[in-house]
Every structure is written in structure tokens, then in C-alpha cells.
T-cell receptor, first 113, second 110 residues
């Protein structure tokens, strides 16, 4: 099925470990985004890539890095995981800008112990 | 400082009645507003949107209202159905990215 694919779906990390969350879309969208969802905080933007070759910080970028590998793929890296990064992470894509709406992946549930 | 606020964390309504979900914002530069719906263990899905040049947009049972002077957005669902039970997020366009509210959990009782 066409859409946004995130891997892994679940992950448990120890404090200080690193990992990369993968995201790929097959809709030929230009823009891609990473959000985190926390109870009572809604969806907060971590990083986004308006087009291939560009990345920008969102509301909560500290502790994360991103790579727009090509038009299809946008990865999120945690270099040294902290318990505060326990969250559900969503990747999204859009044709360009936000007026068309986003398509979200099904999420990665990350627990840092 | 939250630019987008959904002040009601939860809402419970009877099947067949109207559900009204609200959203307030502070940035008058927002020019496009969207509602997303999220079921447990799934990603959010786009529901309905409205441009700042309009004050109302309808799509079947869903209507979004925009009051720019009050900086207030609302979503009306009529009639509400048990399948509408989900978390609803309002989102606002801010320079090629969406800023979301904290969400309202809607429960529609049979």
C-alpha cells in the first residue's frame, strides 16, 4: 500500500545508546517531517525537510539529528538517548507545504530506560 | 508558549448528537487550518481543512468554522457516531510546517 513506512515500530533503548528511526514514502512527496507525541503535549515538530537537500529545526530539535537521504527517505537519529526522549515518533510527508495535508506513518514507540 | 491550544482534553457525547471540538491560536499569520483524527496505535489522518479567507467548510458530517477575529477554530460533527471516537488534533500552517494543538479525546457513547 502506498504511504509512509516507519521502522522499527517498537524499540527499547538504554540511556546513552544511539539509534536511527527510518522513514520512507512512496508518494513522490517533496516535504517530510518528524513529530513526537507525548501525553498532554500533542504532536510537536522535531525536524522537517521542505525539499530534498534541505532540513530545518522544528519546535523540539535538541538531542536529535536528521538526514534527508533522498526524496523518499528521511531518518531521525538519537545520538545519546535520554529518558526524556521516551515518546511515540511519527514521520509524515506532504506534496509541498501544508495546504495539501500530511500523510503520517503509523509511528515508532520508543522507550528509553 | 503554545501557539495552538485545545483546552478540552476530553469530550463525551451521545451517539446522534453534535460533537463540538475547539481550538484557539495566538498567531494571526496562520493562513491554513486543518483537523486530524487519530485512532490508537495508528498515525493521524487528515479530516478537513479551511483557508483563512473562508469562515466555514463542510464535508459530509464534518464542518469546520473559523473565527479570525477571535482566533478560534472549531470542528462540528453531526450526527456523532461511535466510530468517531478518537483523538482530534487541530493543526495550523506556519511557514511550510504544521503546528498542532495538544488534542481532544472524543468518546461517542452508543
Amino acid at each position: 500500500n502506498a504511504g509512509v513506512t516507519q521502522t522499527p515500530k517498537f524499540q527499547v533503548l538504554k540511556t546513552g545508546q544511539s539509534m536511527t528511526l527510518q522513514c520512507a514514502q512512496d508518494m513522490n512527496h517533496n516535504s517530510m517531517y518528524w513529530y513526537r507525541q507525548d501525553p498532554g503535549m500533542g504532536l510537536r515538530l522535531i525536524y522537517y525537510s521542505a525539499s530534498e537537500g534541505t532540513t530545518d529545526k522544528g519546535e523540539v530539535p535538541n538531542g536529535y539529528n536528521v538526514s534527508r537521504l533522498n526524496k523518499r527517505e528521511f531518518s531521525l537519529r538519537l545520538e545519546s538517548a535520554a529518558p526524556s526522549q521516551t515518546s511515540v515518533y511519527f514521520c509524515a510527508s506532504s506534496p509541498g507545504g501544508t495546504h495539501y495535508g500530511y500523510t503520517f506513518g503509523s509511528g515508532t514507540r520508543l522507550t528509553v530506560v | 508558549d503554545q501557539q495552538v491550544k485545545q483546552n478540552s482534553p476530553s469530550l463525551s457525547v451521545q451517539e446522534g448528537r453534535i460533537s463540538i471540538l475547539n481550538c484557539d491560536y495566538t498567531n494571526s499569520m496562520f493562513d491554513y487550518f486543518l483537523w486530524y483524527k487519530k485512532y490508537p496505535a495508528e498515525g493521524p489522518t487528515f479530516l478537513i481543512s479551511i483557508s483563512s479567507i473562508k469562515d466555514k467548510n463542510e464535508d459530509g458530517r464534518f464542518t469546520v468554522f473559523l473565527n479570525k477575529s477571535a482566533k478560534h477554530l472549531s470542528l462540528h460533527i453531526v450526527p456523532s457516531q461511535p466510530g468517531d471516537s478518537a483523538v482530534y488534533f487541530c493543526g495550523m500552517d506556519s511557514s511550510y510546517k504544521l503546528i498542532f494543538g495538544s488534542g481532544t479525546r472524543l468518546l461517542v457513547r452508543p
